[in-house]
Nanobody, 121 residues
């Protein structure tokens, strides 16, 4: 059974940084496209960043230039480095194991438990 375990959330001040980690358990990360999503209270879950098995990345417009997604297949871990955080980044962040076809990411059914990120002074 595939599981995703997130960590690294917490409280940050505006302009600060956090790094989220997502460990995949039960299968190899190699060959798997991965994504980070977030959901703020009362809002839908939105894509933040995705990375294909080959390392191609895609970002939501609101985080482009501030967030970086990366993968370490040897450690079975996907990271989300978040810099210059803003209050609007406050949400629960989820890791997802999906697939990519012709450069487009398709979310899968496996999600992590979520990690809370709060940006406030």
């Amino acid at each position: 059974q595939v599981q995703l375990v997130e960590s690294g959330g917490g409280l940050a001040q505006p302009g600060g940084s956090l790094r989220l980690s997502c460990v995949i358990v039960g299968t190899t990360l190699r060959g798997t496209a991965m994504g980070w999503y977030r959901q703020a209270p009362g809002k839908q879950r939105d894509m933040v960043a995705t990375i294909t098995a080959g390392g191609a990345t895609n970002y939501a417009g609101s985080v482009k230039g501030r967030f970086t997604i990366a993968r370490d297949n040897a450690k079975a871990t996907v990271y989300l480095q978040m810099n210059n955080l803003k209050p609007d980044d406050t949400a629960v962040y989820y890791c997802n194991a999906g697939s990519s076809i012709s450069g487009s990411y398709y979310s899968g059914n496996v999600w992590g438990q979520g990690t809370q990120v709060t940006v406030s002074s």
